[in-house]
């Protein structure tokens, strides 16, 4: 009788353990940590694929050499946004991690296992900091999705250029990669429907897979401003509440 009862005790002790540990858990900043770390992979590994595919199209298909000197041609901005692409791949793994604290230290769960929940003014300061950190990372990822957008209206063009060429078999039409800003107006970068290298381009698998790993980096950017506009509002929520446990009034589970 004695065993089953120290059993029962246990068994009730696991139980509102686990209860316990899943209360503390903030599933608002968990969810958010997750979705920025998929928007990032997504930018980053889709972006980054899309860059190398449009150096193999504007080589094989246009002809566009790497300039002997060290000017400032396409395929130099292409190595910048690719070196950019990791560094933000590498701050942004870190800065996940941050939130990720930042959140687990302002949920009320550490009252319960620490006693008192005392909330210091270095405390207020260091989350007031993260959300002027966030919202700042917010505005700078609607810059890149709005950038984002650039590349995957340039190939939607070709695209589009190509489909109508098929329709239209009469109708000449060309890809002028200087309309795009990609070459310098003194350079003749242009292919014409009536041009091998433009049935060439059309039928590729290049065009089709560089034009969709770019629409993946658009979401990935997009679901990147999604987290961090979830990640400003609980750190806001959280901060108000620090404020308030300060008062001795509520703790948060947010």
Not at 155 to 184: H, M, P
Not at 189 to 196: K, L, T, W
Not at 219 to 224: E, H, I, K, L
């Amino acid at each position: 009788m004695e065993e089953n009862m120290d059993e029962g005790q246990t068994q009730k002790g696991c139980s509102e353990c686990c209860i316990k540990c899943l209360s503390g858990i903030p599933y608002a900043s968990l969810i958010a940590t997750v979705l920025l770390y998929a928007g990032v992979a997504l930018f980053c590994g889709c972006g980054h694929e899309a860059l190398s595919g449009t150096v193999t199209i504007l080589q094989n298909y246009f002809e566009v050499v790497r300039s002997p000197l060290d000017a400032l041609d396409v395929f130099t901005i292409i190595d910048i946004l690719k070196y950019v692409i990791y560094g933000v791949a590498a701050a942004f793994f870190v800065y996940g991690i941050l939130l990720m604290v930042e959140g687990f230290f302002t949920t009320g769960a550490i009252r319960d296992l620490y006693g008192d929940f005392k909330i210091t003014t270095c405390g207020r300061c260091v989350s007031a900091w993260f959300i002027m950190l966030t919202y700042i990372f917010m505005l700078a990822w609607l810059g890149v999705t709005a950038f984002s957008s650039l590349p995957v209206f340039m190939y939607f063009n070709i695209w589009n250029t190509c489909q109508n060429v098929t329709a239209l078999e009469s109708t000449k039409l060309c890809i002028d990669l200087r309309q795009f800003g990609i070459v310098t107006l003194s350079e003749d970068r242009i292919v014409c429907s009536n041009m091998d290298k433009f049935q060439e381009l059309c039928k590729s698998s290049e065009l089709d897979l560089t034009f969709h790993l770019f629409v993946c980096a658009l979401a990935g950017a997009g679901a990147a401003v999604i987290a961090m506009v979830a990640s400003v509002s609980v750190l806001v929520r959280n901060y108000s509440t620090l404020v308030a446990q300060s008062l001795g009034k509520y703790s948060t589970r947010f």
